[in-house]
């Protein structure tokens, strides 16, 4: 059964520090893995996509990274702000161009 | 930047009428898809559309769910009989094609009563 966990289901952190949130994923076929932003009411927000063949991906203060022989993820937040305030979903998408598999996201919550 | 637009942005209707949900993709994109989101669960899959047509549909998106391309920009979702389980946030995205990534659209949220 096709299935993508994350982990932790929710986090708080003070501004400034960093985290990292994981995801694991069992899909086949796979084609590639998704981070997204998604603020509360909101439409998910796209922050890295990697192919199998890559091990890791920057955007800004968001660094994922890809393991596909043990089939994990993570994503590690630098510096965060009041702003990273959200949810953070792992996505995987398969053999075709749609039908993405959604992990349940990770709340996390940014204190001053 | 351009981005996927979507209304309504909330859509009140009772159960067993029919609703369609509105969507303009990205002007250049060639893949238009549907999620929803129950209320605090996670994003599900409804269905692709590809060259005028389904290329991929959940089982979710049963007889009561269409979709359909009218005119070059909208991309509509209609549910024929509403039921209170369509409760949920509808999301249209859209992808310009290969690797690219998905691009949503803010949502609607629709409430069965």
């Known amino acids: 059964k096709n299935q993508v966990e994350q982990s932790p289901q929710s986090l708080i952190i003070l501004e400034g520090k960093n985290c990292t949130l994981q995801c694991n994923y069992t899909v086949s076929p796979f084609s590639n893995l998704r981070w997204y932003k998604q603020d509360t009411g909101r439409g998910p927000v796209s922050l890295t996509i990697m192919t199998f063949s890559e091990n890791t991906k920057s955007n800004g203060r968001y660094t994922a990274t890809l393991d596909a022989d043990t089939k994990q993820s993570s994503l590690h937040i630098t510096a965060s702000q009041l702003s990273d305030s959200a949810s953070y979903i792992c996505?995987?998408?398969?053999?075709?161009?749609?039908?993405?598999?959604f992990g349940k996201g990770t709340k996390l919550s940014v204190k001053p | 930047e351009p981005e996927v637009t979507q209304t309504p942005s909330h859509q009140v209707t009772q159960m067993g009428q029919e609703v369609i949900l509105r969507c303009v993709p990205i002007?250049?994109?060639?893949?238009f898809y549907w999620y929803r989101q129950i209320l605090g669960q996670k994003v599900e899959f409804l269905v692709s559309?590809?060259?005028?047509?389904?290329?991929?549909k959940s089982e979710i998106f049963d007889d009561q769910f269409s979709v359909e391309r009218p005119d070059g920009s909208n991309f509509t979702l209609k549910i024929r009989s509403t039921k209170l389980e369509d409760s949920a946030m509808y999301f249209c995205a859209s992808l310009r094609g290969g690797t690219d990534t998905q691009y949503f659209g803010p949502g609607t949220r629709l409430t069965v009563l």
């Open positions: 559309f590809y060259n005028n047509e389904i290329s991929e």
């Open positions: 996505v995987i998408g398969g053999g075709s161009q749609g039908n993405l598999i």
């Open positions: 002007s250049n994109h060639l893949y």
